[in-house]
């Protein structure tokens, strides 16, 4: 029960920190965004004490040591496969015009009998 209550503290806060920006419309565009940040901020450290929150940290921590694994391409890789996915974009594109154009003969021409 004390997750959830903190957890509805956290969203009103975030609510407040938006509903600042609005109100404070005659204000510095600085003090609007502030207001915002607060808000955010004020909200995610409750938040961040709640029993969801801990497992999003968790699976956050994992997901940072899981992307730290991958093996990136380097550049060289990264160059050949996008000339590679380049051309078959350009060879695709010309597969489609032929069929189209075959396709846009043959009902007009052979078809309909609607020369152009």
């Known amino acids: 029960m004390a997750d959830k ?9 975030v609510i407040a920190g938006l509903a600042g920006f609005y109100l404070l419309g005659n204000a510095a565009l ?3 965004v ?9 909200g995610a450290a409750i ?3 709640t029993e969801p929150g801990q497992r999003f940290a968790g699976f956050a921590r994992d ?8 093996v990136w391409p380097n550049r060289k890789e990264t160059l050949q496969t996008t000339a590679a996915v380049f051309a078959f974009v350009v060879v695709m594109a010309i597969v489609l015009f032929v069929i ?5 003969t043959l009902v007009y021409n052979v078809i309909l009998g609607w020369k152009s």
Do not use: C, N, P, Q
């Open 100 to 104: 189209d154009k075959s396709v846009e």
């Open 5 to 13: 209550i903190k957890f509805a503290v956290a969203v009103l806060l």
């Open 34 to 42: 502030l207001s915002v940040i607060a808000g955010v901020v004020a």
């Open 47 to 49: 938040g961040w004490t």
């Open 63 to 70: 997901a940072i040591a899981e992307a730290r694994k991958v």
């Open 30 to 32: 600085v003090l609007r």
